[in-house]
Structures are given as C-alpha cells and as structure tokens.
C-alpha cells in the first residue's frame, strides 16, 4: 500500500469513526470512487487501535476518575462520583457485545451489500433528525443517566452492527430520545466507543495471527499516526460544533451519501 492511500484510509477511518454519518457507508464509497483495493486486516487493526488511543486520551481524566470511582463502588456498595457513569458504560457494552457473538457471520453474509448500506444509512440518518427535533422540544434534559437510558441506548448500540448504521449515531440519537442533554449523549456514545472498538480490535488481531501476510510496519505506523491525530482533532471540532448547529447537517449528509452510492 502507497503513502497516498495509507493517508486516505487513516482520514476516513478518524473522520467517521465518531461523527455519526457512518464509516461504513464511506468504506465501500471510496474504493469505488478511487479504485483502492481492500487495505487488508492489519491496517484495520492498525486504524481502529488509532482511533481508539485518541478518544481515551480525550477523555483520559474522565476515566481515571471513573476507574477510581467504580473500583470503590465495588468495596462500599455506593455510586458515588463516576461510578454510575462507569456502570453505565460497562453495561451498556453488554448488548452490542451479544449481538455481534450471536449474528456475526449472519451480518457479514447477508448484510454488506451496497442497498443495505445505503437504505441504512438514510434511515438511520433521519431517524437521527427525528431525534434531534424531539429533543429541541422536551421542557426538561438530563445529565445523569438512569438504569433505564442504559438499557434502551445499550440496545440501540447492538444496531450498529447492520453496516451504514454508524455506531456514534444510533447511540447518540438513543440518548436524544431518552432526554439527555446533547453533551452527555455525545460523552456518553463516545465512552462506550471505547471498549466497543477495544473488543472488535482483538477479535481482528487474532484473526490476523492467522494470517500470513507481510507486514509493512512504515506504511501501518503512518496509518496509526494519521487516524489518531484525525479521530482527536474530529472529536474536537464535533463536541464544540454540536451545540451551535444541532444534527442537522450530519443528516443531510447521511441523505446525500446514502443517495450517491444507490446511484453508484
């Protein structure tokens, strides 16, 4: 794999991996667009661990004080500082995670065509509209998250497996739904990203210990370097832009994506 590529890959993967407008989707567009061949699966590991280094050092004080907090939650029994938020992540992991064991090889059979991908990525994408126009009109949001937000945002995440979904969006438009504010249902769809991407990430590195194929530890060590640097600078700019302009714009663009690659 070139330079050229290798960067392409690395921004698309840091990009999409947190806005909610689906990497999938973007996945099977550019190899159409730019006739890339398939990077193989240790660039995958090698991009998803990149966005995954960047989204715990954004919230690295986040989760020290919440590793703190539950580990003596475990002693008093209490919830006290973050550990509900800990809990909530823990257990709203549960669900994505018993789904992907359960429909795996369903899913990567018979849902990785283009139509799937495409009618999933506008409707979901309106649905995330949908969600956000609610939410604009509730008297009251929430910055603490209840046994029952777990449950219903934890369920939610287990959709994101249909590829085109886009896993940021159907948790954050989960939370919208529930009544959390913007910012916490955008900190809390980033926090369960983290072992999400942390169990799919050592699901594909035993498949690649299987795999015999050289390894370019330049071009991975590039990819690694572009996808993380893009994923903490995406975050970034998303967290700080949401509150000004809403979802809005992520749903047009999800509409227009899902568009173009019907007509693809």
């Known amino acids: 794999m070139d330079i050229f590529q290798t960067i392409i890959l690395g921004l698309v993967q840091g990009l999409t991996e947190f806005l909610p407008i689906s990497s999938s989707a973007h996945l099977v567009l550019i190899p159409k667009l730019s006739g890339m061949k398939d990077q193989g699966l240790a660039y995958d590991v090698v991009l998803h661990f990149g966005t995954l280094c960047a989204i715990v050092y954004y919230y690295r004080c986040s989760l020290l004080s919440m590793s703190k907090s539950f580990f003596n939650s475990l002693q008093t029994r209490r919830l006290e500082g973050d550990a509900g938020l800990a809990w909530a992540v823990l257990l709203g992991t549960i669900?994505?995670?018993?789904?992907?064991?359960?429909?795996?090889?369903?899913?990567?059979?018979?849902?990785?065509?283009?139509?799937?991908?495409?009618?999933?990525?506008?409707?979901?994408?309106?649905?995330?509209?949908?969600?956000?126009?609610?939410?604009?009109?509730?008297?009251?949001?929430?910055?603490?998250?209840?046994?029952?937000?777990?449950?219903?945002?934890?369920?939610?995440?287990?959709?994101?497996?249909?590829?085109g979904t886009s896993r940021s969006g159907i948790t954050i438009t989960a939370a919208l739904l529930v009544g959390l504010s913007r910012q916490m249902s955008i900190k809390f769809s980033f926090l369960l990203a983290i072992p999400v991407i942390t169990?799919?990430?050592?699901a594909k590195m035993f498949d690649l210990v299987n795999e015999s194929a050289e390894v370019d530890w330049l071009m991975l060590t590039l990819g690694f370097i572009v996808s993380a640097i893009?994923?903490?600078?995406?975050?970034?700019?998303?967290?700080?832009?949401?509150?000004?302009?809403?979802?809005?714009?992520?749903?047009?663009?999800?509409?227009?994506l899902g568009a173009l690659l019907l007509l693809l």
Request: net charge positive; with cysteine.
């Open 95 to 163: 669900p994505v995670g018993l789904a992907g064991i359960i429909f795996k090889n369903d899913i990567s059979i018979n849902l990785r065509s283009v139509e799937v991908i495409a009618f999933a990525t506008i409707f979901f994408g309106l649905l995330l509209g949908f969600s956000d126009w609610l939410h604009s009109r509730m008297d009251r949001v929430r910055d603490v998250i209840r046994a029952s937000d777990v449950l219903i945002v934890g369920c939610f995440q287990a959709l994101a497996l249909i590829p």
């Open 199 to 202: 169990l799919a990430t050592l």
């Open 230 to 256: 893009t994923a903490y600078a995406t975050v970034v700019f998303f967290i700080r832009l949401v509150d000004r302009i809403g979802f809005l714009p992520f749903v047009i663009y999800r509409i227009l």
